[in-house]
């Protein structure tokens, strides 16, 4: 049997129905290099969208290869509870060092736990929040406020305060009740109407929300810029800036959910420094560990780590854990792939490659089924239309997206589209001309899904 029938006879594939594997089956991938994927007959794909974007700096990085390796070589993995070692507490030292601080460190991130994915450093900030609030002796606060077009990930918690049908629908009855909060996505502003005037006015629902249920919610739960698995949806960073004065102002957490945005795919380190705010729990994964190896970290504040310090018979501590918190090669490949943006400008060099990526799209802007070519720092959307004047969506059942990923694979590009949104979210070593190439296949794959 090869690879392709053996996979059929025992796996089950993620975010699959598995029936389209009848007509398209995985591709088997041998090796990878840089933005370069490599199948079993030696065919080659751009990875347009760094693995659902956990690589930052191409796949087998000779550094960040070789500091996993020599960590397996001395300790793979212990326990993090009663015990600790260097890449956990480098990580944790590095980390809060490089998280965003508010002006005068009026909030400041001081503290480092580990979860193992994202979904799981989300479900560690609800649940420190609520415990937080409880350990205050404030028992009223229960829920969450999240945004509409959210996704936080797929474990209950995590899917309960995401808001896309696709993925929620299905397991309604599971999940926790969330106050649901209009999105500041741009995408539906008035012609004419800037980012910044949308956003800001998108944010006075969420500003009445606030007021009125301050009492029973613990924190507000956002996806900081950009709402990616929501279609790269985007907005301006005045809201989170009106946000984070308006949860400290009836007393709310802020968490924000960096596990896509984080480590400069937005332009900046963290998105939460373009609005110049620190969240009270920043979730981070994905970028991480440079797309080697799942490892989640949820940073918090002072004030709420010293709710949960104290004796044991109080018992006040958090008692949550997963079996590789704190995995030591995870934390060494991320101190790894941390140690790429001291040796380089990445962020400044990120600058240029955004600017080639928005040349090598704006004749999309034109293009009669382009709703819309959106940008920020280096995720570039465009967002495909039945419609272009009244912005009307081709039927999904229709998935024109697919088109594109299936043209995409047949010219060597792997883009997978969210819907009929097709996006650029490569690492960060892609070079101009295979940006342009990148572009090329996908203006192709446009066309031929919006033939007729
Ligand atoms: N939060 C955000 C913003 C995400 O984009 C994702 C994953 N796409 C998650 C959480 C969940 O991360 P994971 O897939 O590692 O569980």
């Known amino acids: 049997m090869d690879l392709r029938e053996r996979d059929r006879a025992v796996l089950w594939h993620p975010c699959t129905q598995m029936q389209d594997h009848e007509r398209l089956p995985p591709i088997a991938i041998r090796r990878a290099h840089g933005v370069w994927l490599e199948d079993e007959h030696g065919r080659r794909y751009l990875d347009a969208i760094s693995s659902w974007w956990v690589n930052l700096f191409g796949h087998a990085h000779p550094t960040i290869s070789a500091a996993v390796?020599?960590?397996?070589?001395?300790?793979?993995?212990?326990?993090?509870?009663?015990?600790?070692h260097e890449p956990a507490v480098a990580l944790a030292e590095r980390l809060i060092e490089m998280s965003p601080a508010e002006p005068e460190n009026k909030k400041r991130?001081?503290?480092?736990?580990?979860?193992?994915?994202?979904?799981?450093?989300?479900?560690?900030?609800?649940?420190?929040?609520?415990?937080?609030?409880?350990?205050?002796?404030?028992?009223?606060?229960?829920?969450?406020?999240?945004?509409?077009?959210?996704?936080?990930?797929?474990?209950?918690?995590?899917?309960?305060?995401?808001?896309?049908?696709?993925?929620?629908?299905?397991?309604?009855?599971?999940?926790?009740?969330?106050?649901?909060?209009?999105?500041?996505?741009?995408?539906?502003?008035?012609?004419?109407?800037?980012?910044?005037?949308?956003?800001?006015?998108?944010?006075?629902?969420?500003?009445?929300?606030?007021?009125?249920?301050?009492?029973?919610?613990?924190?507000?739960?956002?996806?900081?810029?950009?709402?990616?698995?929501?279609?790269?949806?985007?907005?301006?960073?005045?809201?989170?800036?009106?946000?984070?004065?308006?949860?400290?102002?009836?007393?709310?957490?802020?968490?924000?959910?960096?596990?896509a945005v984080g480590f400069g795919r937005t332009g900046s380190m963290f998105?939460?420094?373009?609005?110049?705010?620190?969240?009270?729990?920043?979730?981070?994964?994905?970028?991480?560990?440079?797309?080697?190896?799942?490892?989640?970290?949820?940073?918090?504040?002072?004030?709420?780590?010293?709710?949960?310090?104290?004796d044991f018979a109080s018992r006040i501590a958090f008692l949550h854990s997963h079996s590789y918190t704190g995995n030591p090669l995870a934390c060494r490949a991320a101190l790894a792939t941390l140690g790429l943006f001291d040796e380089r400008p990445v962020l400044e060099h990120n600058r240029l490659l955004a600017r080639t990526m928005a040349t090598a799209t704006a004749h999309?802007?034109?293009?009669?089924?382009?709703?819309?070519?959106?940008?920020?720092?280096?995720?570039?959307?465009?967002?495909?239309?039945?419609?272009?004047?009244?912005?009307?969506?081709?039927?999904?059942?229709?998935?024109?997206?697919?088109?594109?990923y299936v043209h995409g694979l047949s010219r060597g590009v792997l883009l997978r589209p969210l819907g009929d949104v097709i996006y650029f979210m490569p690492p960060y070593v892609i070079t101009e001309d295979e940006i342009r190439l990148m572009a090329e296949v996908a203006t192709e794959g446009i066309e031929r899904a919006t033939a007729e």
């Open 364 to 404: 999309l802007h034109d293009h009669p089924h382009v709703a819309e070519v959106r940008q920020t720092g280096m995720i570039v959307a465009i967002e495909l239309v039945k419609d272009k004047v009244h912005r009307v969506p081709y039927p999904w059942q229709e998935r024109r997206g697919r088109i594109v």
């Open 109 to 259: 991130l001081t503290r480092c736990f580990y979860a193992d994915n994202g979904s799981t450093a989300v479900e560690v900030a609800l649940k420190m929040s609520f415990h937080y609030w409880r350990n205050r002796g404030d028992t009223r606060k229960t829920r969450f406020i999240a945004l509409e077009n959210a996704y936080h990930g797929e474990t209950l918690g995590a899917l309960a305060v995401s808001d896309l049908p696709l993925y929620r629908e299905s397991y309604g009855p599971l999940l926790m009740d969330v106050i649901r909060a209009p999105s500041p996505d741009c995408y539906h502003r008035k012609p004419g109407e800037g980012w910044g005037a949308y956003s800001a006015r998108r944010f006075e629902p969420l500003a009445r929300l606030l007021e009125r249920h301050a009492d029973e919610v613990c924190a507000v739960i956002i996806e900081p810029l950009v709402q990616c698995a929501g279609g790269m949806r985007m907005y301006h960073p005045v809201y989170l800036e009106r946000l984070r004065a308006a949860c400290d102002a009836v007393g709310v957490h802020l968490i924000a959910d960096e596990v």
């Open 271 to 310: 998105a939460c420094e373009q609005a110049a705010v620190s969240p009270d729990f920043l979730c981070l994964s994905k970028g991480l560990t440079g797309g080697y190896l799942a490892l989640g970290a949820v940073l918090t504040t002072d004030e709420v780590y010293g709710a949960f310090y104290g």
């Open 69 to 84: 390796c020599r960590q397996a070589q001395d300790l793979e993995h212990v326990l993090l509870a009663g015990f600790t």
